[in-house]
């Protein structure tokens, strides 16, 4: 049997001198080509969770495989690290170098990649994220969203199965935002697993699957629609919905035969036609 991409088996964790859990008993199975949604209000676990995806955090009791490896044995650590990029919130933190084509060179570089391999990933990473030509332009010329970007293709260059995005959008404005959504929508349509933590609603609509971290431990796990009209999870966890799915469930109550799937305002839009 082929082991799924990403196994957490009775996963807890306690940061140091905490007592509470971070992460309680969390099983979890996420298969290869996802591309899923992690939410939950503020301390309720998913970087926490992310982090233990790479090996950067090591659970305190359960396992965590990656294409069946563990992170709990060091020799798996560089393969799994390999295998998955995380994007954090502040891209600041991220990029080491002064010159953009340096810094996405700069973890292929590190792994021992041939220099001509990794022209040619360098180049495709910065292609990926449109961000080809600003290849030799400084990184401090570059506003949030352009560096967020440039720390994509970072990752990017080093050819990850798995690319886990912490809030990576959070210092975005709402056009950097979409943009970056765009980006990880066609690298997932390139095969690449998608895990994006979130605290914006409207950015799980285009996720195959929603989880929600309440407490440490996993309080839904669903499509969005369903997390979207489960009333009482959404009051448990404090979760907003977009404003395109409160507006369809204003127009349900007037009686138009707006569906559950019907997530975005294009999609409402269509539904009306439909009914002209
Ligand atoms: N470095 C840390 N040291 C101690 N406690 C932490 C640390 N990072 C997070 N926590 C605690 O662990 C819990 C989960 O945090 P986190 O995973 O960061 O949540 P989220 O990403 O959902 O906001 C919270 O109670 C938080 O206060
Ligand atoms: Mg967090």
């Known amino acids: 049997m082929v082991p ?9 964790y306690r940061y140091e001198d905490s007592v509470k859990k971070a992460l309680d008993d969390v099983c979890l199975t996420i298969a290869d080509g996802s591309f899923v949604a992690v939410v939950g209000h503020n301390g309720s676990g998913k970087s926490t969770l992310a982090k233990h995806i790479n090996g950067l955090l090591l659970p305190e009791s359960g396992e965590v495989t990656v294409n069946g490896l563990s992170t709990a044995n060091e020799e ?55 961000m080809r030509d600003y290849a030799e332009r400084a990184v401090h010329q570059l506003s949030g969203g352009q560096k967020q ?27 950097g935002r979409s ?26 609509t285009d996720c195959d699957r929603v989880i929600v971290m309440h ?9 969005p629609e369903a997390i979207f009209s489960d009333q009482d999870l959404l009051k448990e966890c404090s979760l907003d919905v977009p404003e395109a799915v409160r507006l369809a469930e204003t127009l349900r109550t007037t009686g138009l035969p707006i569906s559950d799937h019907a997530l975005k305002t294009e999609q409402i839009a269509e539904e009306l036609c439909r009914l002209l």
């Open 4 to 12: 799924a991409l990403i196994q957490f088996d009775h996963v807890t």
């Open 76 to 130: 798996n650590i560089l393969p799994i690290r390999q295998t998955v990029g995380i994007v954090f919130q502040n891209p600041d933190n991220q990029i080491v170098t002064t010159i953009i084509e340096e810094d996405v060179a700069f973890g292929p570089e590190n792994m021992g990649v041939p220099p001509q391999e990794i022209r040619k990933r360098v180049d495709d990473a910065l292609d990926t994220v449109g």
């Open 149 to 175: 970007r440039i720390a994509i293709a970072g990752m990017l260059a080093l050819r990850p199965n798995i690319l886990v995005m912490d809030e990576a959008t959070a210092m975005l404005d709402p056009r």
């Open 179 to 204: 943009d970056l959504i765009e980006t990880l929508k066609k690298l997932h349509a390139h095969g690449l697993t998608v895990i994006m933590v979130t605290q914006y609603m409207e950015e799980i």
């Open 215 to 223: 407490h440490g431990k996993i309080a839904a796990d669903d499509q």
